[in-house]
């Protein structure tokens, strides 16, 4: 299984940025996915998540608004609209796959051990 997050890099504060994610080696279509994000010296954190089908979807407070998860299953991607950026959105951005079955399609969740599979990540600077 692999999950390579990308679309990183530097942007000002108030501009937009879209990070995507593509996987390989599993079922895209019957995993939840989520978008974490890890800012240096903190906890990693959950951003969105999205069901199945892409008709549910799920956010964090901070960012609610402002970023847009979506996802494509005849392309095993998902991604990460965001918009008004701001410099404390500058993390490390993971995507993660949480295996559901049928009839949970859209449990979505927003602790880490419920995910099963990680990227990488894609560093996002959001400068001042």
């Known amino acids: 299984v692999q999950l390579q997050a990308s679309g990183g890099g530097a942007v000002q504060a108030g501009g937009s940025m879209t990070l995507s994610c593509t996987s390989s080696g599993l079922t895209f279509s019957i995993y939840t996915m989520g978008w974490f994000r890890q800012a240096p010296g903190k906890e990693r954190e959950f951003v969105a998540a999205i069901g199945w089908n892409g008709g549910t979807t799920l956010y964090a407070h901070s960012i609610k608004g402002r970023f847009t998860i979506s996802r494509d299953n005849t392309k095993n991607t998902v991604d990460l609209q965001m918009h008004s950026l701001k410099p404390e959105d500058t993390a490390v951005y993971y995507c993660?796959?949480?295996?559901?079955?049928?009839?949970?399609?859209?449990?979505?969740?927003?602790?880490?051990?419920?995910?099963?599979?990680w990227g990488r990540g894609t560093q996002v600077t959001v400068s001042s």
């Open positions: 993660a796959a949480d295996r559901r079955y049928s009839g949970e399609e859209d449990y979505l969740q927003r602790e880490i051990y419920e995910y099963d599979h």
